[in-house]
């Protein structure tokens, strides 16, 4: 591994809070191999440090002390404030708000490669797909947003190389690579998502609703044309994170935290039938799009209606290939748990259900995974856990699996 700066040391070495966290867990005892497919990483200060060209490091981003005694990132003439993004695994309960504030508010598994497999290791994770965070804006639009396009396209180079050389490279069973592109560019998007297919890249993360961010819509097909293209040529999986294009519409005066939480999956349910009905799924039948922390409750419903507007309104017609048959091939649905709606799993196609632990986020299960799905889906018989809770993701995302596969039959 390269070696860290005293800086990078310094804020990995920091001895954790005992008033703000809870001890280390024991190690969980493995029954289910789990690959989960939705997780985060924070960016720590050196990122664009190191991996921006030297003639752009002192225009990157940058980490700055507010007068309050935040850490945030400065960047293109404003501030993110959200270093954490709720990175809140491991802390005490009580000790919990929205937002971590500083990075010693958080366990270094959220911002350290080496950390973070300690902390898959302790709860039972064979392996896992980390979205950005705040800097990117979940799926790299801020960069996409930047007044100076050299510097923005170099951004998103930058926090790729940072994501290949130091959580990749060094576990390449361990981590699934996970980049963003350069959306305001089809071209250059193209050519860095077949920059990355050639390294060992497996997906790309693009905002849910690109039209909500101020990008191109999906119909807008001189834009998007090239960028899907690269992905399908690249077998590269489009991983689209809830609120990656912002949250629900929430009303004045109404508890937006709890609302815009609860609404997650009418989130991804907008999301997921625009990206179907773009054709591109259908156009494209070997495209890949996975639906990430939306949970799947809301899938057998819009395959219902798919269903109904084909065969009784005819507001569906005019595909070749019924609408439901494009999203039960083209799409796959991940899943915290899903007590209730996991029954739907048939309707859905089990080789269909992803898993996620959502580690570092308030959602998350780390580092009770294990006895999660122990709980809520004991009852499922065994070759339908091991397709769930890994073997789906793997042959996904196209990512090894150890030589033993749990539970056994």
Known sequence: MTPRTEKELHVSATPLDPALFLPDPIARDVRYTIISVDDHV?????????????????????????????EVWAFDGGYHTQVGMNAVAGRRPETVKL?????????????????????????GIWAQLNFPSSITGFCGRHFAAAKDRELGHAC????????????????????????????????????????????????VTFPERPHAVGMPNLWDRKHWDPILQACVDTDTVISLHVGSS????????????????????????????????????????????????????????????????????????GWPVRPADVL???????????????????????????????YPHGDGTWPDSQEVIAKFWGHIPNREIRMMCSENAARLFRHPLPKVVLPRD
Request: charged share 25%; net charge negative; hydrophobic share 40%.
């Open 42 to 70: 924070v960016e720590p200060p050196h990122v664009f440090e190191r991996y921006l060209p030297k003639a752009l490091r002192e225009r990157g981003p940058r980490i700055v002390e507010t007068p309050e005694g935040h």
């Open 99 to 123: 937002e971590p504030f500083r990075f010693e508010q958080m366990r270094p598994g959220c911002y350290d490669a080496e950390a973070r497999i300690r902390d898959m290791d302790l709860g």
């Open 156 to 203: 998103v180079k930058a926090w790729n190389d940072w994501i290949y050389e130091e959580w990749f490279k060094p576990f390449p069973e361990r981590v699934i690579p996970n980049a963003i592109t350069y959306l305001t560019d089809p071209e250059l998007a193209a050519a860095e998502i077949r920059r990355n297919a050639e390294r060992g890249f497996t997906s």
């Open 246 to 317: 912002g949250m629900y519409p929430v009303p004045e005066g109404a508890p937006s935290l709890q609302l815009g939480a609860t609404m997650f999956g009418q989130l991804s349910l907008a999301a997921c039938a625009e990206w179907l009905w773009s054709e591109y799924p259908l156009r494209h039948p070997k495209l890949k799009i996975a639906m990430s922390e939306g949970g799947i409750g809301w899938v057998a419903m819009l395959l219902d209606r798919l269903d109904n507007i084909i065969d009784r309104s005819g507001y569906g017609l």
């Open 328 to 358: 039960k091939r083209n799409f796959w649905f991940c899943t915290l748990d899903d007590p209730s709606t996991i029954e739907t799993r048939h309707r859905i196609g089990v080789d269909h259900v992803l898993y996620e632990t959502d």
